[in-house]
């Protein structure tokens, strides 16, 4: 690093839920790093880290083991292979749901989903660590597994008939990635009915930011992701509305399971009076950073945000932020409840290691991990709605309400 005299500065990225290939693996909160070059033009780049101390009890057991198998095994040993298992275990052992080992031929897929180059079928997935399954959290709209027929909480049980635990999620994000134009088959368990799907990978494209104007002059902005300039978007969306004459704004965040977390306190600094606090970090040693707003809002418009059990993650700090500084109300159900960062760091052989390190709170410091945000108004979507993906605009009794909240 010094001897390229390079200098780099720390961002933080909420990824939701570990994005599977397509987004294979998003779940979570990144800290990532940037690079700036003479132009000032961000890149994207990662902590580089060097192996130094070693715990000699852990090498003392991995010896005496190598040594036996080394004298017995009867097969061919891959030294590599037995490396990685032994990492990747080791780490696994820390049972976080949202700290893993990512080998060096997977980090450049890993960097391509996080700046939205994907191939798959388009879905975010979590481990339920409560059945120890692969659960959907929810398809992106418009990608083959939307079409296919994809619902928020479908269980993943088999890829292409292998059987996979929730534990074994990293194992078969990669095999539902793969090659654009081929097919993978995914069985998957709804309530107590099993199907099975074939679904053909595509290139994905996100576009997390789209609007219209509904009646009484209420502008609507969605939100599916934060991805890279997904602050800008909503900038340009805002200003179309304002010259339609809105005179309040809806913002949908249900469904939308995070991103990057700068893209989110970008679009909350937007709302929010300068100075004000949008975000509370804390590590493991009890070190704070607050980030504030650092210009005058610039949306000064009554606000309705709309929350769902999907919300997480970057959805959660905005809508969190915007609740606590009463620039919004929240209207829907409570959010998922992911709170903490992940720092993404790549090692001297090329692979990567994604370790939480940081908790967040909201501005009046309540924790989101594992709780979720209340909203201001509970509102649930009547029985007769099967996926919360495709609300009919009569039966988005949600929807309804913010409208009738900004219409007073």
């Known amino acids: 690093m010094e001897e390229n005299k390079t200098t780099y500065k720390v961002y933080k990225i909420v990824m939701l839920v570990i ?17 700036f070059n003479e132009t000032d033009k961000t890149k994207l780049s990662f902590e580089s880290v060097k192996e130094t101390a070693t715990q000699e009890g852990i090498d003392a057991s991995i010896k005496k083991y190598k040594a036996l198998i080394d004298k017995y095994y009867l097969g061919e040993i891959d030294e590599n292979a037995l490396k990685e298992g032994a990492i990747k275990g080791y780490i696994e052992a820390l049972g976080d749901p949202y700290t893993e080992y990512i080998s060096a031929e997977d980090m450049k897929d890993y960097t391509d989903n996080l700046l939205g180059n994907f191939v798959g079928i388009g879905i975010y997935m979590v481990k339920d660590e409560n059945y120890d399954r692969i659960q ?5 709209k418009n990608t083959p597994a939307e079409k296919a027929g994809i619902q928020p909480g479908d269980y993943i049980l088999k ?45 994905i494209v996100i576009n997390p930011v789209t609007s219209k104007v509904l009646n009484n002059n209420i502008g609507y902005i969605e939100l599916t992701s934060f991805d890279e300039d997904t602050a800008k978007h909503f900038k340009e969306e805002f200003e179309k509305l304002q010259g339609q004459s809105i005179k309040s704004l809806i913002i949908d965040l249900r469904n939308n399971g995070g991103g990057i977390v700068e893209e989110a306190l970008q679009i909350a600094d937007y709302i929010a009076d300068k100075d004000s606090t949008l975000l509370i970090t804390t590590d493991k040693n009890q070190k704070e950073e607050i980030e504030k707003a ?4 610039i949306v000064n418009v009554p ?53 939480t390190t940081e908790e967040y709170m909201t501005p009046n410091r309540e924790k989101i991990n594992k709780k979720g945000i209340e909203p201001n108004e509970e509102v649930k979507l009547p029985d007769t709605v ?3 993906m495709n609300v009919k605009e009569e039966e988005d009794t949600q929807l309804k309400k913010a409208i009738e909240l900004l219409s007073k």
Do not use: C
């Open 19 to 35: 994005l599977t290939a397509f987004i294979t693996f998003l779940v979570t909160s990144i800290g990532m790093y940037n690079y």
């Open 294 to 297: 650092k210009q005058d809002p």
């Open 303 to 355: 606000i309705v945000i709309l929350v769902n059990e999907n919300t997480a993650s970057a959805s959660e700090i905005l809508a969190g932020a915007l609740k606590d500084l009463n620039k919004a109300k929240l209207v829907g159900t409570k959010t998922y409840g992911k709170g903490v960062i992940q720092g993404v760091m790549t090692l001297t052989d090329g692979s990567g290691l994604k370790l």
């Open 159 to 203: 890829v292409d008939g292998v059987e996979y635990k929730g534990s074994e999620m990293s194992k078969a994000a990669d095999l539902i990635k793969g090659e654009e134009g081929t097919t993978v088959k995914l069985e998957i368990l709804r309530g107590t009915e099993t199907k099975e799907y074939e679904i053909k990978r595509e290139k």
């Open 136 to 140: 959907v959290l929810t398809p992106i």
């Open 386 to 388: 099967k996926n919360v």
